[in-house]
Nanobody
Framework: VQLVESGGGLVQAGNSLRLSCEASGRTFSDLNVAWFRQAPGKEREFVGAITKSGGSTYYADSLKERFTISRDNALKTAWLQMMRVKPEDTGVYYC????????????????WGQGTQVTVSS
């Protein structure tokens, strides 16, 4: 499966931003989807995940009050809605997909997008 993220950019703290992850090459509904992020000099961090049907979502505890993941299998797209963004949300955001894994570990996901940069100004 090929994954392409979009929607990143420069945003002011307190505002909202929605990232998209568009898939091709495989039946999207066969895949769990996760979002990760990586700040400069830091390890890749789990943001959240959504199951194949979209029936369940999981989030990092520190982000669940502000971030929401959704998907539309007919559009082969998943989204990460970010609200009340903070400067510490700055980083490259990646979507990842896997047919079996629904895990906070990046190593458990077999397919990755190229990432989209999010920069939050204070």
């Amino acid at each position: 499966v090929q994954l392409v993220e979009s929607g990143g950019g420069l945003v002011q703290a307190g505002n909202s931003l929605r990232l998209s992850c568009e898939a091709s090459g495989r039946t999207f509904s066969d895949l769990n989807v996760a979002w990760f992020r990586q700040a400069p000099g830091k390890e890749r961090e789990f943001v959240g995940a959504i199951t194949k049907s979209g029936g369940s979502t999981y989030y990092a505890d520190s982000l669940k009050e502000r971030f929401t993941i959704s998907r539309d299998n007919a559009l082969k797209t998943a989204w990460l809605q970010m609200m009340r963004v903070k400067p510490e949300d700055t980083g490259v955001y990646y979507c990842a997909a896997d047919a079996t894994s629904i895990s906070p570990s990046p190593a458990d996901f077999g397919s990755w997008g190229q990432g989209t940069q999010v920069t939050v100004s204070s």
